[in-house]
Structures are given as C-alpha cells and as structure tokens.
C-alpha cells in the first residue's frame, strides 16, 4: 500500500473512531423519538375510530357512561399490552363489550386494534373530547328518573328503610326506563306495581332479574348491579304499595305516540350515527357486529312499536344494549322515524339475525 493510502486510511479510521462514540449517544435518542413518533401517530390515528365506534358506550372523554366502564382511568391504562389486546380483540363475555377484531368478527385489523390499545394506554382524553364534539359523536347523556331528597326521607322512615331506598334508587337508575317512573309499566316492559308480581315467590323474582329472559327484552342485571342493589329493589317492588301509602307520589307515565316529521327523521339520522352506525353500519345496511335494519323485510314485519322496544330494552342474549335509560321519548321516536323513512327504497334482502 502507498504511503497516501495509508495516510487516508489512518485518518478514516479516525474518523469512524470519533463517530462511533458519537452515534452510540445518539442512537437512543433517535430510538426514543422514533418511538415516540410511533405512539403519537398511533393515538392520532384511533382518535376518529375511537369517536366513531367506543365513545357511543364508553363517553366522549373515556369516562364511562352508565354501567360502561371508564377508560381513563390509572387501573386501565396499568393493564398490559396484551390483556388490553385480548379484551379489544375478543370482547368480554356477559357484558356488552363486543369482540372487535376482524378474525373475530369485528371490524378491526391487527394493527388498528395494536393503535387502539396504544390509544387506550396514551390518550389525552381532554383533546379526545374535544375530537368526539367536532365529529358531532358526543353521545346522549343517560336518562334517569328523579329521586328526590323528600321522597327518600319518606321512606327511609319506614321499617327496613334504608333498604327500601336503596331499592329505590337502583330501580330508578336501571329499571324505570322501561318498567316506568310509577311501576305501571310502558309499552316496552310489564308492570311492576304488579298483585300477580308480588304473588310470585321472591326468590323466583331475584333470580329473573339475575338472569333475564331469553327472547325477551329483560336482560341479565348479576354482572351489571350488585347483589344488595338486586336485593333492595325486588324487596321495594314487593314492598309498592306500602310506599303508596305514604304519600310517596311517582310521575304518571305520558302515553306515547309515534310521530314522523322531517325534523324527526333528521334529528334520528345523527343519532342513528352517533349510536348505531358503529355495529349496524353506514345507512344501517349492516356490519359483522350486527344486522341490517335498512331492508323491507325487516322494516314491512316490524312495526314501530317493536322497533321502539328493540331500541330501548335491548335484546336479551346479544350484543344489543338497552338505550331506554340513556335516550329520551323523544329519541327513541325519532330513530323509529328515521328508520321507517328508509323503507320505500330500502333493499329486499334477508331478515336479520339478531345475535351474534
């Protein structure tokens, strides 16, 4: 070798000697960047899916609504990377958590779910909200009935008050949507304030309210209220006509009729994709997660009345939750209205299979 070669030679190697130091103190840093970046585009990504299939159940800040369970919580986002795969992709059985992984049934890739739980694990939940609001996918806030200071002051003056008032608020806060404020019940449940009720045996009582009824719309209450509030509330509906007799005045139920205007359809529309377009897809046409409702054969056999029920009791034995605690009169109508408005064009295809 000539002498400049082992010139270049030396003074390269002296080079690569410089920089190796160099790059070994950078190489983390540009690791973490890259990582970083990774976990920032991740979060942006699921931040529309996020709005536009969870929030409807989960709320538009993760903070629950309902028995949903929050998001934005430290337990949460202490779960590791697989438990939160496995739920995100596989559901979670005897709750309305639905499997959302293609392979599965849902709609999610393998990428899409890892975003998700990226997502979960990173979100700043303050712009989440934020995100939800601008797609206009703020979900309703729940519908409960009123339970005043006067009126559970009057009960827990009875014997055994304090549960009668437990039983109260439980019955108020799961129960009254469908069965009504005043036990009477509605065009989607029986009556409670019931003389054939009460002549059932009280465990009988305890153990449908656990269980449900299949192919009815009572569903399963032992995974989503606990055993006490269950207790408290069957003794309460055995216990009606003593809270009568106090004084204790429940709302009468308004008797509903179906209405159908341009507004109504309208108003259904956005709600239709703020909370059904999720599972039952764009225009209703249907997904993996659930039927089509916009076809002639569903919408000519079904008339309002059911359709009403479906929405707000749920289906018992699917995936199909109750929204009769989360949605107004008004609402529910105006999904009914804005369902029927489909039918002059829908298509004829097969009835839908409701369940899984």
Same mark, same amino acid.
């Given at each position: 070798?000539? %002498? =400049?070669? @082992?010139?270049?030679? +030396?003074?390269?190697?002296?080079?690569?000697?410089?920089?190796?130091?160099?790059?070994?103190?950078?190489? =983390? @840093?540009?690791?973490?960047?890259?990582?970083?970046?990774? $976990?920032?585009? /991740?979060?942006?990504?699921?931040?529309?899916? $996020?709005?536009?299939?969870?929030? *409807?159940?989960?709320?538009?800040?993760?903070?629950?609504?309902?028995?949903? =369970?929050?998001?934005?919580?430290?337990?949460?986002?202490?779960?590791?990377?697989?438990?939160?795969? @496995?739920?995100?992709?596989?559901?979670?059985?005897?709750?309305?958590?639905?499997?959302?992984?293609?392979?599965?049934?849902?709609?999610?890739?393998?990428?899409? *779910?890892?975003?998700?739980? &990226?997502?979960?694990?990173?979100?700043?939940?303050?712009? *989440?909200?934020?995100?939800?609001?601008?797609?206009?996918?703020?979900?309703?806030?729940?519908?409960?009935?009123?339970?005043?200071?006067?009126?559970?002051?009057?009960?827990?003056?009875?014997?055994?008050? #304090? %549960?009668?008032?437990?039983?109260?608020? &439980? $019955?108020?806060?799961?129960?009254?949507?469908?069965?009504?404020?005043?036990?009477?019940?509605?065009?989607? /449940?029986?009556?409670?304030?019931?003389?054939?009720?009460?002549?059932?045996?009280?465990?009988?009582?305890?153990?449908?309210?656990?269980?449900?009824?299949?192919? &009815?719309?009572?569903?399963?209450?032992?995974?989503?209220?606990?055993?006490?509030?269950?207790?408290?509330?069957?003794?309460?509906? +055995?216990?009606?006509?003593?809270?009568?007799?106090?004084?204790?005045?429940?709302?009468?139920?308004?008797?509903? &009729?179906?209405?159908?205007?341009?507004?109504?359809?309208?108003?259904?529309?956005?709600?239709?994709?703020?909370?059904? @377009?999720?599972?039952?897809?764009?225009?209703?046409?249907?997904?993996?997660?659930?039927?089509?409702?916009?076809?002639?054969?569903?919408? #000519?056999?079904?008339?309002?009345?059911?359709?009403?029920?479906?929405?707000?009791?749920?289906?018992?034995?699917?995936?199909?939750?109750?929204?009769?605690?989360?949605?107004?009169? $008004?609402?529910?109508?105006?999904?009914?209205?804005?369902?029927?408005?489909?039918?002059?064009?829908?298509?004829?295809?097969?009835?839908?299979?409701?369940?899984?």
């Amino acid at each position: 070798m000539t %002498t =400049p070669m @082992k010139i270049i030679g +030396f003074w390269a190697t002296l080079v690569i000697l410089a920089i190796i130091p160099i790059y070994s103190w950078m190489e =983390p @840093k540009n690791q973490e960047n890259l990582l970083a970046d990774y $976990y920032t585009d /991740a979060v942006l990504a699921s931040t529309d899916q $996020y709005a536009e299939n969870c929030a *409807v159940c989960h709320g538009a800040a993760g903070q629950g609504i309902g028995d949903t =369970p929050p998001l934005n919580s430290e337990a949460v986002r202490m779960m590791s990377t697989n438990d939160l795969i @496995k739920v995100i992709s596989r559901g979670r059985d005897n709750t309305l958590m639905a499997a959302w992984a293609v392979e599965e049934g849902g709609i999610f890739s393998t990428s899409q *779910v890892n975003d998700l739980v &990226t997502f979960v694990q990173q979100a700043n939940w303050e712009y *989440v909200d934020v995100r939800v609001s601008e797609l206009g996918l703020t979900p309703p806030e729940v519908i409960q009935m009123e339970v005043s200071d006067e009126m559970l002051a009057s009960i827990t003056a009875l014997q055994g008050g #304090e %549960t009668l008032a437990l039983g109260l608020t &439980t $019955y108020a806060e799961n129960c009254a949507a469908c069965h009504g404020s005043n036990g009477a019940g509605t065009m989607i /449940a029986p009556a409670i304030d019931s003389v054939d009720l009460r002549a059932r045996p009280k465990d009988e009582i305890i153990s449908l309210v656990n269980n449900g009824v299949n192919g &009815t719309l009572m569903a399963s209450w032992q995974n989503i209220i606990a055993p006490e509030e269950i207790n408290a509330a069957v003794e309460m509906i +055995f216990r009606w006509d003593e809270l009568i007799a106090t004084g204790v005045e429940f709302p009468e139920v308004e008797v509903m &009729t179906f209405a159908s205007t341009p507004e109504m359809i309208a108003d259904g529309q956005q709600l239709f994709n703020i909370a059904c @377009k999720s599972c039952h897809g764009v225009d209703g046409y249907g997904s993996p997660m659930a039927p089509a409702l916009n076809n002639q054969i569903f919408l #000519e056999q079904t008339p309002d009345a059911a359709i009403y029920q479906i929405i707000a009791g749920g289906v018992s034995g699917t995936l199909m939750p109750a929204w009769g605690s989360r949605l107004s009169d $008004y609402d529910l109508q105006s999904l009914v209205a804005y369902l029927r408005s489909n039918e002059a064009n829908a298509p004829s295809i097969l009835p839908p299979i409701l369940g899984n």
